[in-house]
């Protein structure tokens, strides 16, 4: 719990921060252009059921880091969507946490985490980010593939995030958890989260040690694309045995996909003979 209260005392913090105060989403007396587009407005609006007062901060929440890569150095850039981020994860964390604590009175603190974790994940929050269409309305470089980026779990999970760290800044905690309890713990089967096991690395150290081997480990083999848009290829190993291979736009993802390969393989096939039991 100690990671998740460093990361909320920087909350009121941040709150205090300037993002701009906007009208129809202009700067107040700025008289430039939008900051957003019409349509993208209207649906920031029906998303958090509220109208949206500082449009900076939607902006920013929509604002892919490849944007970034495309402007001259010599140019003031626009803040890429990772600060919000941060914000949103602490935020989201506080809340699922909350509802956790409340709807399992009987759970102690380690399934509590355990719970969580199954709900506040990449693959999870992308496919909330999915379902609302936010990939259609996120602010891409040019240079960059914007198909493929507004399909990816890594920005899709990002911009979720992101944008609910912008409704807490707008709205407040309320707001903010208006939107997470319409957009995500209503769409959950709590139940079924908590019988699911998908942690396949914890589950592969546990077959390690029930087995007497060494933990295992994770190499990267392979990444490709531009920085922005990276992927990995990571290949998951013991004793000198290649035992699976993930490959995903973030390492964490990657090695979770080759640990589920290996426990594929473990759970057919021994690769590791009748000795490796008997050894240290």
């Known amino acids: 719990m100690s990671h998740l209260w460093q990361k ?28 957003l587009e019409q349509g993208t407005l209207s649906y920031l ?11 900076m901060l939607y902006r920013t929440a929509l604002m892919h880091r490849s944007v970034l890569h495309d402007l001259p150095r010599n140019i003031e ?6 600060r919000l981020e941060f914000l949103g994860d602490a935020v989201l964390d506080l809340l ?12 102690d603190e380690g399934h509590l985490s355990n719970n969580r974790s199954k709900i506040v994940n990449r693959k999870s929050l992308a496919v909330f980010a999915h379902s609302l ?21 890594s ?19 309320a707001g903010a958890e208006r939107f997470i309890t319409y957009h995500v713990i209503s769409k959950l089967d709590l139940h079924r989260i908590v019988e699911e096991e998908y942690n396949y690395k914890s589950r592969l150290i546990e077959y390690a040690q029930s087995h007497h081997l060494p933990s295992p480990l994770y190499c990267v083999v392979a990444e490709e694309g531009a920085e922005h848009e990276k992927t990995f290829t990571i290949e998951a190993s013991c004793r000198g045995v290649v035992l699976g291979r993930g ?25 590791f003979g009748p000795q490796a039991s008997n050894q240290e």
């Open 8 to 35: 909320l005392t920087s909350l009121n913090f941040l709150r205090n921060e300037s993002f701009g105060e906007t009208v129809n989403g202009q700067r107040d007396g700025s008289g430039g252009q939008p900051l």
């Open 45 to 55: 609006e029906k998303l958090t059921g509220r109208p949206c007062r500082r449009v």
């Open 77 to 82: 850039h626009p803040e890429s969507n990772q």
């Open 96 to 107: 699922i946490s909350e509802h956790l604590f409340k709807q399992f009175p009987t759970s």
């Open 133 to 153: 269409g936010l990939g259609e309305h996120l602010i891409i470089g040019d240079s960059a593939d914007k198909q493929r980026i507004r399909t990816s779990e």
């Open 155 to 173: 920005a899709l999970a990002d911009a979720f995030e992101a944008m609910v760290g912008a409704i807490y800044l707008d709205q407040g905690i």
């Open 247 to 271: 490959r995903a736009p973030r390492k964490k993802d990657a090695e979770q996909l080759a640990a589920r390969e290996a426990m594929s393989l473990l759970d057919t096939h021994d690769p």
